[in-house]
């Protein structure tokens, strides 16, 4: 091979094989904000499953979701009642199907293809931004308000990406309260 070529071919290569290691190692994404799912489970419905049936229950607008999580003094920050507001919005009520199994079965129901609290912006970052370019300089440090976001979804190699329109809107509303991040809140190992 050419020299040029592989050198290129190592540069468009490297963040993939960092993303692989990362992930082989067992890497963390902790030091991402939490998405809505997971301040649902572990503040606002402190674990319990039927106090998350009860919460996913409930329809609401995004600004009825923020007095609600205020009102609950569960010592959340700005950012975190926006996130699980942008979250609860676009993705509650559950259906009684799914509400039934988190008060039977909790949050792990067996032998079902889909989790049964749909997946937050944090979740859907992690699965799918990291495998084509690098999850740092595309998406950890990107300065984008909510039709910046959304515009992402318009690019030829993002259309196809395996996502409903509620997941796009989740995503963009994790996105446009969390991103970006501080550079040294990143671990050097996925700094690229």
Not at 23 to 50: C, H, N, R, V, W
Not at 111 to 122: A, N, T
Not at 142 to 149: A, E, F, I, L
Not at 172 to 189: G, H, I, Q, R, W
């Amino acid at each position: 091979m050419h020299p040029n070529r592989t050198g290129m071919a190592m540069f468009v290569l490297l963040p993939f094989l960092a993303v692989a290691a990362a992930l082989a190692s067992g890497q963390s994404f902790d030091f991402m904000p939490p998405g809505g799912k997971a301040i649902l489970i572990e503040t606002l419905g402190k674990g319990d499953p039927a106090e998350i049936a009860a919460i996913a229950s409930r329809k609401a607008d995004r600004e009825e979701w923020v007095a609600w999580a205020r009102s609950h003094e569960a010592g959340l920050d700005d950012p975190a009642i926006e996130t699980f507001a942008g979250y609860a919005a676009l993705n509650f009520p559950l259906d009684g199907e799914k509400l039934l199994a988190i008060r039977t079965n909790g949050l792990d129901v067996p032998d079902e293809d889909e989790p049964v609290l749909p997946p937050d912006g944090k979740d859907l970052a992690t699965a799918q931004c990291q495998f084509c370019h690098s999850l740092f300089s595309s998406y950890l440090m990107q300065d984008r308000d909510k039709v910046g976001w959304e515009s992402t979804f318009k690019s030829p190699f993002h259309v196809e990406l395996p996502m409903t329109e509620t997941e796009r809107a989740t995503f963009v509303s994790y996105s446009v309260t969390n991103m970006p991040l501080k550079f040294e809140d990143v671990p050097p190992e996925l700094r690229f």
